[in-house]
């Protein structure tokens, strides 16, 4: 091989020689600097993972920091609705750029990016895995502290290739206790390993509800095994989220950026030592 530079990191080669496994890791737009890329995940749908993103967001933006969102559900994106984003985005001959909330949180996601909201995005595995990757390829989120990942449920072909294509520093496991916990968490968490990807904890959602009146937690969905779980897995229970109907509203009336108490801001600030 006359021009082997012995990197084979970025060799493709099938080579007798290679001593390193080649990384597939994409290059972001030549205009973005991020420091850390933290992705969101659940075992399977509608625990709350995009609540927990944006929430995460929202405390970290309220740190100071500079945060952003890449809404890689692409099938199912809820991040815009939940920071009252629904102007299309715009692009140069740079990329894509993002668009911006009140507070200054940047966001892609594939439903800034249709012509109407309520398009359904009819395609197949690979081509949403491949819009993913541009998503940190194309577009231009310049200088951020954070990128948070909202993941698609499950194992599939976007979890995939979010860890293989992006630097991810580490994965948030979204639950909750109805769950069949120690199965499903199980599978994501494995998954993470697989890829070499540290798991920094759990966030437990939907864990109890109080009632307005006479205070009492009561557990909805059943008593929590989150401890146990994380005990098995070596992990660490980061939140335990209750049940409360006016963060739902909060989410879907985009106003997630107002919205108080922010639950995981404990989470947020321990993100900061990462
Ligand atoms: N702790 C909570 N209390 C009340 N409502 C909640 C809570 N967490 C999430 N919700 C609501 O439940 C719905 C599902 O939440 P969310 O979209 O965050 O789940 P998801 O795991 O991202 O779902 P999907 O798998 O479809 O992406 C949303 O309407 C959200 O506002």
Known sequence: MSDCTHDCSSCGESCGERTQPQSLLAPANALSDIKKVIAVVSGKGGVG???V?????????????????LDADITGPSIPTAFNLHERATGTDAGINPSVSETGIEVM????LVERET????WRGPVIAGTVKQF?????WGDLDYLFVDMPPGTGDVPLTVFQSLPVDGIIVVTSPQDLVS????KAV???ELMDIPVLGLVENYS??????????????????????????????????PIDPNVAAACDNGAIEKFEPNYLAGVAKELETL
């Open 208 to 241: 109890y509800f109080k009632c307005p009146d006479c205070g009492k937690a009561h557990a909805i969905f059943g008593e929590s095994h989150i401890d146990e779980v994380a005990h098995d897995l070596g992990l660490k229970v980061l939140a335990r989220l």
């Open 190 to 192: 494995k998954m993470a």
């Open 49 to 51: 993972k995009s609540l």
């Open 119 to 122: 398009d359904p995005v009819v």
């Open 136 to 140: 940190w390829t194309d577009v231009v």
């Open 109 to 112: 996601s594939l439903n800034l």
């Open 53 to 69: 993103t944006s929430s995460l967001a929202v405390a970290m933006r309220r740190m100071g920091k500079r945060v952003g969102i």
């Open 183 to 186: 199965m499903i968490v199980t």
